[in-house]
């Protein structure tokens, strides 16, 4: 149930959604709905996942990209999933699909008869959304149309180009004890679940969009993931943004340092949706 609506002014636009909660096993799981003004034909439904390292974070860091979403055309469902340390792997991971899986069974009620459902989310948030995708291939449900990943944390051995060229990668950095607060003992790095990149088995996925920044620190490994999910036959766009300094920052953040962003953005959300909501969806096997 809508609990209200809120106003944002975040830049020069306004951004509108409304408070719900969805009922998780008998807890209420605090989630934002952003609708479009002018909604793609059939609507896609995408729930979202914010970034924060898996230990911070909640539904006011990732407005802006779930605004420009829903200006391209989808209704979005940002959810407030549990953090580490307090809940380690594979707490948030559960509560994710548990909720995937209501939004698909009421998908008439969200965004309309025919809406295909997609996964998005930023670092920590991109990571469970990759790790959805296959909790959906391995269980044949709910049939995903694609996935939308900005800059996602999918390696915790921290050992990139990237992440050394930040100077991170060491206890301190916020991945490295982002990772190690997740994943609770060293011997949850190897569930493909919890760290995609290592998977052995990455076919038979929802079509992938992987957008990252260049002065990222996880952006190879945000590129390695999505040539790894291309050599397993997925469909993928990989696109870098350029032209601002936002190593540390959120991508809402960054879209404020570099408001041009926005509809380059809105643009790759807004063809990305379009052509996986037309486009058949197959079941396969990997």
């Not at 998780?24 to 979202?48: C, E, K, M, N, Q």
Request: charge should be negative; glycine fraction near 8%.
């Amino acid at each position: 149930m809508a609990a209200k609506a809120d106003i944002a002014m975040v830049g020069a636009m306004t951004a509108l959604w409304t408070e719900e909660m969805l009922e998780i096993d008998g807890t209420a799981l605090p989630a934002r709905v952003y609708r479009p003004g002018a909604p793609l034909r059939p609507t896609p439904l995408v729930l979202h996942l914010h970034g924060g390292c898996f230990t911070d974070g909640d539904l006011d860091c990732s407005v802006r990209v779930c605004q420009i979403m829903a200006e391209a055309g989808a209704v979005v469902v940002s959810i407030d999933y549990p953090l580490a340390p307090e809940h380690p792997f594979p707490a948030a991971l559960n509560v994710s699909f548990k909720a995937l899986g209501q939004l698909y069974a009421e998908r008439a009620k969200w965004a309309g008869r025919g809406a295909r459902l997609f996964v998005a989310g930023e670092e920590a948030g991109a990571n469970l959304a990759t790790a959805l995708t296959l909790m959906a291939r391995d269980q044949q449900a709910p049939a995903l149309a694609g996935q939308i990943l900005l800059s996602p944390m999918v390696d915790p051995s921290l050992c990139s180009g990237s992440i050394h060229a930040a100077s991170a990668g060491a206890s301190g950095c916020k991945w490295a004890d982002g990772w190690h607060r997740y994943l609770g003992s060293a011997d949850r790095a190897a569930h493909p679940y919890a760290a995609p990149l290592g998977s052995r088995r990455l076919g038979g996925l929802a079509p992938a969009l992987i957008v990252t920044v260049d002065d990222c620190p996880i952006r190879d490994e945000s590129f390695a993931y999505g040539e790894r999910l291309r050599e397993g036959g997925v469909t993928v766009e990989c696109h870098l943004l350029e032209g601002t300094d936002c190593s540390d920052q959120s991508m809402d953040a960054a879209i404020e340092a570099a408001p041009l962003w926005e509809q380059v953005l809105r643009d790759l959300f807004r063809n990305f949706l379009a052509e996986n909501s037309a486009a058949a969806i197959r079941t396969v096997r990997a």
